[in-house]
């Protein structure tokens, strides 16, 4: 077990610095590594795409709080957006990981995959309405923010991948976008972790280390070891220009689209 000590450490400064700098919380990058780890420390298969999402909500519940208080100090967070939607995205993120039981591992792997490649197409393309419109309905934020969440509970992200799209589509800016994003997939995160804790097969609870759906050794290693990376990002992100933070975020999810796809698929 102490072998995975260093690079727990060194993944952990790596979704810090994400987290922050994109706002998506960073379990894009965590989950296919929660998976190769499982792997290698031959875990049951069947439950290793359930313990690397699970896991990963707990890390991004240690790391996101840093960058989204780092994007409220750049005054990057919407808040009132924020009122609407995070009510929502708990009780949908806990209903998530209490279905995501039921789902068989391939079966959740593929959604992984999927969606990331989904959000790739996306955020590489910049489709969006030719009229960005600026309001927001409370209504619509609701149910924006609990079908999101429904999804991300499912794949382990953050939610950021959807958020940013979305924000943007609604006429915020990217970096007032890429805030609110961080402060949404901290309750994405915190409510994922507490379902992961309390919903999962028993069989689980015959591996060393694991509560419920979470491997607690990388969330304690990983999370505080991305804490001050997080605001590092956080502070990076909020120095870039619009266009180069988009470009660099595009590029990021579909790198890690191809590496979920291939891990899934081959």
């Known amino acids: 077990m102490i072998e995975i000590i260093i690079p727990l450490i060194l993944l952990g400064i790596f979704a810090g610095l994400l987290s922050g700098f994109f706002g998506i919380g960073s379990g894009i990058i965590l989950v296919p590594a929660y998976i190769l780890?499982?792997?290698?420390?031959?875990?049951?298969?069947?439950?290793?795409?359930?313990?690397?999402t699970g896991t990963s909500m707990g890390t991004m519940a240690i790391t996101i709080p840093m960058a989204a208080y780092t994007h409220?100090?750049?005054?990057?967070?919407?808040?009132?957006?924020?009122?609407y939607m995070?009510?929502?995205?708990?009780?949908?993120?806990?209903?998530?990981?209490y279905i995501a039981v039921y789902?068989?591992?391939?079966?959740l792997q593929i959604i992984i995959a999927v969606s990331l490649i989904l959000a790739a197409i996306q955020l590489a393309f910049n489709f969006s309405p030719k009229n960005k419109i600026p309001s927001f309905s409370g209504i619509e934020l609701f149910m924006v923010g609990g079908f999101i969440a429904l999804i991300t509970s499912f794949v382990g992200i953050g939610g950021g991948i959807l958020m940013v799209p979305y924000f943007q589509f609604r006429g915020l800016k990217i970096h007032e976008a890429v805030g609110t994003s961080s402060i949404m997939g901290f309750f994405f995160a915190l409510s994922g972790l507490i379902g992961g804790l309390l919903f999962a097969p028993i069989d689980l609870d015959e591996i060393d280390f694991v509560y419920g759906s979470v491997f607690i050794p990388a969330i304690l290693v990983a999370g505080i070891s991305s804490i001050y990376f997080a605001k590092y990002g956080a502070e990076i992100s909020n120095k870039m220009k619009g266009e180069s933070l988009r470009i660099a975020f595009s590029i990021l999810v579909i790198l890690v689209a191809i590496r979920i796809f291939y891990i899934t698929f081959l």
């Open 37 to 52: 780890l499982f792997n290698y420390l031959n875990f049951p298969p069947e439950f290793i795409p359930l313990l690397a």
């Open 72 to 83: 409220y100090l750049n005054k990057n967070i919407n808040l009132e957006i924020v009122k």
């Open 86 to 97: 995070f009510l929502a995205a708990i009780i949908s993120t806990m209903f998530g990981r």
């Open 103 to 107: 789902i068989s591992g391939s079966i």
